[in-house]
Structure formats: C-alpha cells, structure tokens
C-alpha cells in the first residue's frame, strides 16, 4: 500500500468520525433541549396543581371573583395546550404574561380584603405559588442554555454541513419575556 | 498545656491564682503569665483582656537577647576561625596543638578539630537559647491570634479521634490509595438565612502510592514506588432530609451506584450525580437548586457534596484548608507585639474573616432552603 493511498484512507476515516461525532452531538444536543422543556412542563403543571385551592380561596370575596376566577381559569387551559416534545417558547410566554396578570389581581385582592391577607392558609398558597414561579423560572433558564449549545451546534461552522445534510434539524426558539421587554426604552437590534 | 487535658474547675482555679501583670513585672514573668491565660481562654472576652494587658504593659515585649546574640556571634567567629586555621595548617595552631599533644598524648589532630568542633556546639547551644526566646513571643502572639480568629467565627478547635472517625463513612474521604488521614478540625456554629446548624471542618490529607515497573536489557523487571500527597478540606454537618447522593466531577465512589442527570448541560459538564436511587436525587435536583449548584462550582474549586445514608452532609474543595487562620505576626511594624503591643492588641480587634470556609457555609444554608420554611 503506497502512502497516497493511506493518506486517502486516514482522511475518510478522520472525516467519518467527524460526521459521526458531530451527528450524534446534534442529537444529544436535542435531545437535551426536550428534557429541558419537559422539566418546564413539569414545574408549570405543578403551579396548575396550587391554582384550584387558590380559586377556592379567594372565591368568597364576590367583587373579584369574576376577574381573577377568569384568569386562573384561562391560566389553567394554557397551561394545558403545552405539549411535550415540541418546545413551543410562545405558548410559554402567553402563559408567563397570564400568570403575572392573575397574581397581580390576587394581590390586588390581598390588598383590599385584610381578612384574606391574615388568612393562614392563603398566605401558605401565595407562598408556594411564588415558590412554583421561581422554579419554573430556573426551568425556563436551563431551557435556554439548552437551546443555546442545541442551536450553536447546528449553526457553527462545520456542523452546519453535517446538519444540512444529515441531521436536518431547525433552530429552536429561547423563551424571551415579553412583558418584561416592554417596560424598556432600548431593544438591541439583533 | 492544653484545656482538652483540664477540667473546667481545674482551669478555673488556676485562673483565679494567676498574678495580674503590672509594668514593674519583668518580661519573662508577663510572658509567661500572659501565655497561661491565653491557653486557657475560652471566649473572645478573655483573649482580648490578654491583649489589653499586654498593651498595659507598656513596653515592647522583647526579651533581652544580648547574652544569646553575644554568644552567637563568638561562638560562630570561633568555629570558623579555628576550623580555617587547622585547614591552613596555620604554624602557630599547629604548635598550639603539637603542644597540647605532648602534655596529654592524645594526637594533635583531635585538639586540631575538636576545638571548632567545640564551638561549634556552643553556637548551637547559644542559637537554641536566642530560639527558644524568640519563640516563647511568637507563641504568645500566634495563640492569641489563633483564639481570636475562631471565637470571632465561633468556633474551636476539634478532637481529631472523634472527626477522624468519620472518615470511613462518607465515600468522599476513601481518597488514597496508600494513606489517608484527618487533621486540623474545628468545629463552628452559623446562623444563615434559611437555618442554623453546627459543622465541622476537617482538613483530608491523603497519600496515592504509584507503582512503575520496568524491565531492563537482560530481563530483569524493577519496581519503582512513588507517593504522591495531597490535601483537601470541607466541612460536615446534619442534613436529614436527603440520603444518600453524590455529587462531584473526577472523583466517583462505589457507595452510590445510582448515576442521573438532571436537565442542565451546563451542571453536566460541572458535576456528575450519584445516588443510592435516582429518586433522592430527582426530588432534591429541583431546578432552582440545580441554578444553586452550578453557580457554586463557580465559586468553589473542586466542589463535592455528600449526603450519606445517615443523613449527614459533607462539602469538600480543593482548597489545603477552608480554615485559614492568623500566623505569627513577628516582623510586621504595626503588629509585632515585640514592636508596638498596642499595634498587636488593635490587630487582635480586627475582624478576621475566613474567605475560603465562607462559600461552604453560605452553600449548606442554601442546601436546607427548600426544606426550612
């Protein structure tokens, strides 16, 4: 065997094991983003669990039970749309923005009946409630890291070759807060 | 002396008859009066009341060393003088010794170098006193330094029989091959945020032992041994509300044979998990606490946590010891007692903080967090 010919075989087989490495970097990549996105369907489902006691509680002050009664209705419908598997990061800021709108009514609420703010039982609700949003909100940043390595992989330079070819797989979308975004003068040009 | 040794009535009763320190005392009677007192202190009160004494005195405390310094220099100058004279077969040594020879019988030679060897001692013995001296200062000043570093962080010094006992139950200190072995703890108490709890710090030093064969031309196989040592340090406490994980990256132990992973790539790439079953782990890998994790890989260097089967926690890092206590401040202008005591009871006064043990507190209480309210 003449050195030409091992240097064509050591480079088929270096550039194979690139595509191997690389494919299966994409797919532990995506995979990554879905267990991700399953851990923020797991702790939005978890709130949906707290939401009925709520309902009941704040349920007896009449004057609000219309507004905030809708919204957590609303609150528990979307919540239900979410589908495992497929990361839809709008449906999750519809949710978000729902559930800022109904904690802000059930603090409004808080406010206007002393009563049912020295409620033992409702303040132990309000506290789980914020509990469960500072955990999704840890969930929804490991999802974006997630997305992030998931979306660098498929779109750097030579991966991109790999995944055009092979792996065919699309940009996923982070979850960006849009309520929050709206506050701000300056938004980056990106 | 140690107040280990003492019962709290003995200690008490040798405080009570201990003379007060006045400015007429000599130094050598304050030193040493001073050095009792701060052996046996056992709160920040007392270490401080030995400073202020000291400040009272009035004078840098320093031994007169002028005796052990003459003697030092002499002896020295004698030793090399002598020792060059017999080397240089210098004619009026060698007379002197040819002399002694007739008078003894015993050969020149033996006066030749028996003499520098003579003052060679003497210098030694003269050094040792100049030591000794030095010493029984910096004994004083590193005690007190000591004391007040750990009672401002309340805490004290550890049995080592009893923390070293814990070695064999948690898998994070089967470290070594060839030895391991616990020393230095302190033990401390913390108030954090979320609760309160009473830890031990340890200092793991542990020895790997390297087997290198080779075998040379005509066959014959040689064994080379190496050790190598290394240190590591931590802190234990009770944690009863998990049992039964791992978590750490580069160093794995059998005792948890259950591997996960949580979600997070990014506390992936930092720490691999292990538990007695994937359970514990799940319910304690919530995704705040794995944001909690991550950020403190950041923070400490070689980051381990272990919670065994009894519910205890530990917490280790790289670092040689998370305790760093004050050294001996001999030679610093502002602090030598031997310089400015005022100097050294202000340094006293200072907060001594403990930047390396800080992180792993501040962890433990973020552990319990979930589990306080």
């Known amino acids: 065997m003449d050195l030409n010919t091992i240097i064509g075989l050591v480079s088929i087989v270096v550039v194979l094991f690139f595509v191997v490495t690389t494919y299966n970097g994409i797919v532990n990549a995506k995979n990554a983003v879905k267990r991700a996105w399953a851990s923020v369907l797991v702790q939005e489902r978890q709130k949906n669990k707290i939401l009925p006691e709520l ?3 704040v349920s007896r002050y009449s004057e609000f039970e219309e507004k905030v009664q809708t919204g957590i209705t609303e609150l528990r419908s979307e919540v239900g749309k979410l589908k495992e598997g497929t990361p839809d990061a709008e449906q999750l800021e519809t949710i978000e923005a729902l559930s800022n709108r109904v904690l802000k009514g059930i603090q409004l609420t808080m406010e206007a009946y002393p009563d049912l703010k020295a409620s033992d039982l409702f303040q132990k609700l309000m506290h789980e409630i914020t509990e469960q949003q500072e955990q999704i909100g840890a969930a929804i940043r490991i999802f974006n890291y997630n997305v992030e390595v998931f979306n660098n992989q498929i779109q750097n330079f030579p991966n991109n070759i790999v995944n055009n070819f092979l792996n065919k797989e699309k940009e996923v ?3 960006t807060d849009a309520g929050a975004s709206e506050g701000f003068e300056y938004t980056p040009n990106i | 002396m140690t107040t280990e040794t003492l019962d709290q009535k003995t200690i008490d009763n040798i405080k009570a008859k201990l003379p007060e320190v006045n400015p007429k005392m000599s130094v050598e009677k304050a030193v040493k009066i001073w050095t009792i007192r701060a052996e046996l202190a056992g709160s920040l009160d007392e270490v401080y009341a030995v400073g202020q004494s000291m400040e009272e005195y009035g ?15 002499t002896g020295a100058f004698s030793t090399i003088s002598f020792a060059y004279a017999m080397y240089s077969g210098n004619d009026i040594y060698g007379f002197l010794t040819a002399l002694a020879e007739a008078y003894t019988g015993v050969e020149r030679v033996w006066f030749g170098w028996g003499a520098p060897a003579l003052f060679a001692l003497l210098t030694l013995f003269w050094w040792r006193r100049y030591s000794n001296k030095e010493y029984e200062v910096s004994y004083l000043s590193g005690t007190l330094a000591k004391k007040a570093a750990l009672y401002q962080n309340h805490m004290k010094a550890s049995d080592v029989k009893v923390v070293g006992g814990q070695i064999n139950k948690f898998g994070e200190l089967r470290r070594g091959n060839h030895d391991r072995y616990i020393r230095n703890p302190f033990s401390g108490s913390y108030r954090g945020r979320h609760w309160s ?7 793991l030093h542990y020895i790997d032992e390297h087997r290198h064969e080779t075998t040379d031309m005509n066959g014959q196989s040689e064994t080379e041994i190496t050790y190598k040592e290394y240190d590591r340090s931590g802190i234990m406490l009770s944690f009863p509300w998990v049992k039964g994980i791992h978590l750490c990256r580069g160093f794995e132990t059998t005792l948890y044979p259950a591997p996960y992973k949580p979600a997070s790539m990014q506390f992936n790439q930092r720490l691999h998990c292990r538990g007695a079953d994937d ?21 400490i260097p070689g980051l381990c946590i272990e919670v065994n089967q009894n519910g205890q926690m530990l917490i280790a890092c790289n670092h040689d010891h998370v305790v760093a206590l004050p050294h001996d401040t001999k030679g610093d202008k502002e602090c030598d007692p031997r310089i400015t005591p005022e ?4 340094f006293l006064h200072q907060t001594f903080t403990m930047p390396r043990l800080a992180p792993l507190l501040k962890l433990a209480d973020d552990l319990a967090a979930p589990y306080t309210r």
Do not use: S
């Open chain 2, 197 to 203: 709890f009473i830890y031990e710090a340890y200092r």
């Open chain 1, 173 to 175: 979308q982070t979850f």
């Open chain 2, 343 to 346: 100097g050294f009871n202000a």
């Open chain 1, 55 to 57: 309902q009941d509680a």
């Open chain 2, 59 to 73: 004078r840098p405390i320093k031994f007169d060393t002028k005796q052990e310094k003459f003697g030092l220099w």
């Open chain 2, 279 to 299: 359970t514990a782990l799940a319910r304690f890998l919530t995704p705040k606490m794995v944001e909690r994790l991550i950020r403190a890989t950041e923070e």
